[in-house]
């Protein structure tokens, strides 16, 4: 009897270990996948930089679509951002919203940045 109850002990703690490791299995998932949404959102911002930087120049970072008055980095943002919201990059489509967030995000914080210095100014 003590063998058995040894045995069902024993099963007992695997089952708990298996059910742990599987746990902390999906908690490394979950902070793995917020760290790459990130990953991916910088680099989405990095790339309005590495446009503006080579293409831009110092008094006027914009870069515009040959012939228009358009942003290079707002026409791509934004093809993008619509694509993966029509889920056209299919499981992908989250990492391509959160790169065209970045470079969104990117694209923003200068006029905003601008206009509050402005403000502050008067």
């Not at 063998?3 to 490394?28: P, Y």
């Not at 902070?31 to 008094?59: C, E, M, N, W, Y």
């Not at 029509?86 to 790169?99: E, H, M, T």
């Amino acid at each position: 009897m003590s063998d058995s109850r040894t045995i069902t002990e024993l099963t007992d703690k695997l089952e708990r270990a298996r059910t742990s490791l599987r746990n902390m299995r999906q908690a490394g998932e979950q902070i793995g996948g917020r760290f790459v949404d990130g990953l991916v959102t910088t680099a989405g911002g990095a790339t309005v930089g590495a446009i503006q930087g080579l293409f831009g120049s110092p008094a006027n970072p914009y870069v515009f679509i040959p012939g228009t008055k358009v942003q290079v980095d707002i026409a791509v943002s934004s093809l993008l951002e619509l694509a993966a919201i029509a889920g056209f990059f299919g499981k992908y489509s989250g990492q391509f919203n959160n790169y065209a967030a970045g470079m969104i995000a990117a694209q923003v914080h200068l006029p905003v940045r601008d206009a509050i210095v402005r403000m502050r100014q008067r």
